[in-house]
């Protein structure tokens, strides 16, 4: 079938206007670049020519007749109603053609699904709104980082020129290497996701509390993006993927360069932090996990998100506040930061929330303290 | 069908009841309930409207420019939930209350005061639903599916919405029982059920229908409910529950739920089509065989919404087979109006052409769905803009464009007087036009992976954003053509209606006056 399908493709590509058209991918499917991809786009093309000649074979009838059979160019109306072979054709061959359409999907489904025997397999939890990737197998294990997009504000609200990948750009992206079999675990922290990456060919809900998984062997060296696919509340449209796919070399250097920043940035957890360290620290944290709801300004978005700046859970006492940064507010948009972030961040973004905007509490919260608070 | 009908003249003494506004309250007379049904339908529809206006103008161009993307959010929520429950579904159920007394010859429908109470239970329901705006917090933001945990996390917008689907499941359900009791009791003398307008066929179908699913959903609103305030975990992995089985519960009904807003779509064309061809409907023992698949598959194809959730691949394909198998009904439907107008006398007066153009246009609608029943396919464009395209295709070009078939095609028994072709046809060929505008390019978007539920998008699609929005523009406001079109037929203004303004039409209903007198057929017609 693919060969027909390409045929299709090439014949379509021989006028020049919709070849160049098409070739920006603007009106289909993206450019696969994994052996799924390029099975589901060569199907989609397929199943595109068999609707058309149907539609064109069925509208051709139904238009032949609207302009013929008028009561204006003196038609007169037959007075067949029922003719049971043309009934019985119309219905079996549509099985046919289904049945037709089903063989080559049915192979795909199955191959898929197919996630035994990857070389790497990385785990992906979808955060309101963010990323979180680790890598738990095949070379490169151990490593692990917060994807977050890295468009500016500015640009979204329009106070400054959009960039080439507007929407589509991350602070620290997927790495893999090329023409390997890469298995993805999906979960999430609080509600569904979807990984989805079009190039790759791969859409995965992430859903809170279980695993699900996927897979893709990129054969070709590049920038893939994607988005979140699932409707996750506010930051929906904010939470980008994007892969990039090298070669083995480059993969290992990325791999070696990754472990040594690990260990070099490895935190001391009986560290004492003086106020201001934390507080400089906090604001990075602050920025990057929860001003999205809190906002810069700490003046939140109430009710769903509740101000900081002179919240009595902020200016109270530290434990009630630990104990909700650590373990989220039930029923609510507020996450568990508790596993999702280190104990010296989650003292120095609470230590920043006690002393920034009106709350100066003069308080240091030690790394120490959230280890004992943890349970 | 012919019919002996007695003389209706002396139906024309006025019922004596309330007068004024109480006369609405307290009505039982199906042609005033199917009255309110269609206004109440029409004003949701105007408000869903809005919202959608509101979507499209944020996505005009890339950036935020006009909401906030929480705003947004409770925009598309609120958009899908008012269209599906405020708009199509109430305006079918007027349809169904004026017209299927008059095509069995029935005087009534069989339950008059709980047919008052089914519809007034909505007015209540809208109030909740779009007061919820108004709450603190704002209206539900999950999506109009309401996917927990998203849902759980949701302020009191989201247990108003929850009160209001229950209220509207209750009147839905009611009103299907009403018309189930009618169609199988009270058709006139000589009336069989294989010779009942399709019309009455597809209602009777879709009553069911409704009977069965209503149910499930208020469910599965009741799960997010308890979940949300009474401390049970449904959907909460760690009280030892499931995401993914509120998805199920809600497809369960969804799909269904599809088939109840397009069913009672084929009996209006079904019944159009054959009168300005002047012939009769090609198939008829077909077409009701085939809507009697269509709805039995609807229960067995759920999942299909839900490919990119990770089920095996067993389950995988056994929803794809079975969704790719409606497409044989449903094509055998097409056919049968294809080869109802074949060699046929037609002329295009405005229900014609809605009804031709809603068989045009749907059909596009139905082939997208068969390339989304192919799961693979489905999982590159689910929760994208093809499926946005896809929807509106089958829910705006099928539902709403034979509502408008059949609202010229009825208005003439309504109101007494003829409406202005000239209006019609203009209403139609805007709204045809700006349709195809607005949702033709959101294939496109899909394909290239344009998410769908999105404040912002990036810059490769811009152009055809738009596009659409520009499209949006035009087709919102060719509607108010349609107000003028009614609110003159309603004012008098125009050539009186004879009892059967159509020169061929069949059916029980052209052999009473226009406009339709407050009580018919007190003494039954006898069909031959």
């Keep these: ?375 | 069908m012919s019919a002996v009908t007695p003389d209706q003249v002396h139906d024309d003494h006025h019922h004596h009841g309330p007068t004024g506004l109480m006369r609405w309250i307290t009505t039982t007379n199906h042609k005033d309930i199917g009255t309110m049904y269609l206004i109440f339908s029409f004003i949701m529809f105007l408000s869903g409207g809005v919202m959608a206006l509101t979507i499209r103008a944020e996505l005009f161009k890339p950036g935020l420019q006009i909401v906030q993307p929480e705003f947004f959010n409770q925009l598309t929520t609120m958009h899908g939930l008012v269209m599906v429950f405020g708009a199509i579904m109430p305006a079918f159920v007027g349809f169904a209350n004026w017209m299927l007394p008059l095509m069995i010859g029935a005087s009534d429908m069989a339950f008059a005061r709980m047919n008052n109470w089914s519809f007034w239970l909505l007015p209540v329901a809208a109030i909740l639903l779009i007061g919820s705006f108004f709450v603190p917090g704002g209206a539900t933001a999950a999506g109009w599916t309401l996917y927990a945990p998203l849902s759980v996390q949701m302020g009191m917008g989201m247990d108003l919405t929850i009160f209001a689907v229950h209220i509207m499941g209750i009147s839905s359900i009611m009103g299907a029982i009403n018309i189930v009791v009618t169609v199988l009791n009270m058709r006139a003398p000589g009336m069989t059920m294989m010779k009942m307008p399709l019309f009455c066929w597809t209602w009777l179908i879709t009553a069911y229908l409704l009977i069965a699913v209503m149910p499930v959903l208020a469910g599965a609103v009741t799960m997010i409910l308890t979940d949300r305030h009474f401390g049970t975990s449904f959907f909460n992995a760690a009280g030892g529950g499931d995401p993914v089985l509120y998805q199920h519960v809600f497809w369960f009904f969804g799909h269904p739920e599809v088939y109840i807003m397009i069913l009672p779509a084929f009996g209006i064309v079904s019944e159009i089509i054959p009168t300005f061809a002047r012939k009769p409907l090609f198939g008829y023992a077909s077409m009701v065989y085939a809507t009697a698949s269509i709805a039995i598959l609807s229960f067995v194809v759920w999942a299909h919404h839900m490919f990119t959730t990770g089920m095996p691949a067993e389950t995988q394909l056994f929803f794809m087979y079975a969704t790719m198998l409606i497409a044989v009904p449903t094509g055998v439907k097409v056919f049968n109006w294809v080869a109802t107008m074949w060699r046929g006398s037609m002329t295009f007066e405005t229900p014609m052409l809605w009804a031709t153009g809603f068989i045009f246009v749907f059909t596009m609608g139905g082939f997208t769905g068969l390339i989304c029943a192919i799961a693979p396919i489905d999982i590159q464009v689910q929760d994208t803009y093809y499926v946005v395209a896809h929807f509106h295709y089958v829910l705006v070009a099928g539902s709403l464009f034979a509502l408008f078939a059949g609202a010229y095609y009825w208005l003439p028994k309504w109101t007494g007087v003829m409406y202005s072709e000239f209006i019609g046809k203009l209403h139609f060929w805007c709204s045809i036009i700006f349709f195809n505008i607005t949702f033709f390019p959101m294939h496109f978007l899909g394909l290239a992976g344009m998410p769908r539920r999105i404040p912002d998008y990036a810059l490769q699609f811009a152009d055809f954003n738009a596009l659409a929005s520009v499209g949006a523009f035009g087709f919102g406001l060719s509607q108010l053509i349609f107000i003028v079109a009614v609110v003159k037929c309603v004012r008098g203004d125009g050539k009186k209606a004879a009892a059967s303004p159509w020169e061929d039409a069949q059916g029980l209903e052209w052999t009473v006056p226009s406009p339709a007198p407050h009580h018919t057929f007190e003494i039954p017609p006898v069909v031959k």
């Design chain 1, 1 to 375: 079938m693919s060969v027909l399908a390409r045929f299709a493709v090439t014949a379509l590509s021989a006028v020049p206007a919709v070849g160049a058209w098409a070739a920006q991918s603007s009106v289909n499917l993206q450019t696969p670049v994994t052996a799924v991809a390029t099975e589901i786009y060569d199907m989609h093309t397929l199943m595109m020519i068999i609707c058309l000649v149907i539609f064109v074979a069925v509208f051709g009838v139904m238009f032949w007749s609207v302009f013929h059979h008028r009561k204006s160019k003196g038609a007169v109306a037959a007075h067949f109603h029922e003719n049971t072979m043309v009934e019985i054709a119309w219905t079996v061959i549509p099985v046919l053609i289904l049945l037709g359409m089903a063989y080559p999907a049915t192979k795909t489904v199955i191959s898929m699904k197919d996630t035994s025997n990857p070389d790497i397999t990385i785990k992906a939890t979808g955060y309101q709104w963010k990323w979180g990737y680790n890598y738990i197998k095949g070379e490169g294990e151990g490593i692990q980082f917060v994807s977050n997009m890295s468009t500016p504000q500015e640009q979204i609200q329009g106070r400054a020129a959009k960039g080439e990948h507007y929407l589509l750009e991350v602070d620290k992206p997927v790495v893999v290497p090329v023409g390997k079999k890469v298995r993805v675990l999906l979960t999430a922290n609080d509600v569904i996701h979807a990984w989805w990456v079009p190039a790759l060919g791969v859409k995965q809900d992430a859903i809170p509390g279980f695993i699900r998984d996927t897979w893709f062997r990129a054969d070709k060296e590049g920038v893939y993006r994607g988005n979140c696919a699932e409707l996750c509340g506010k930051d929906h449209g904010f939470m980008p993927i994007e892969v990039h796919v090298l070669s083995a070399e480059k993969y290992s250097a990325w791999v070696a360069d990754q472990q040594s920043k690990l260990a070099a940035t490895k935190e001391d957890p009986t560290k004492e932090w003086a106020l201001a360290e934390l507080v400089a620290k906090g604001e990075q944290v602050f920025a990057a996990n929860c001003a999205a709801c809190h906002q810069a300004d700490g003046k939140g978005m109430p009710p769903a998100f509740p101000p900081l700046d002179g919240s009595a859970v902020v200016q109270g006492p530290k434990a009630e506040q630990i104990q909700t940064v650590l373990n989220g507010r039930e029923g609510t948009a507020m996450a568990a930061f508790g596993k999702q972030l280190s104990d010296t961040d989650l003292a120095a973004v609470i230590t920043y929330t006690r002393n920034a905007w009106s709350n100066q509490t003069g308080e240091a919260i030690q790394p120490a303290e959230i280890a004992a608070a943890h349970n």
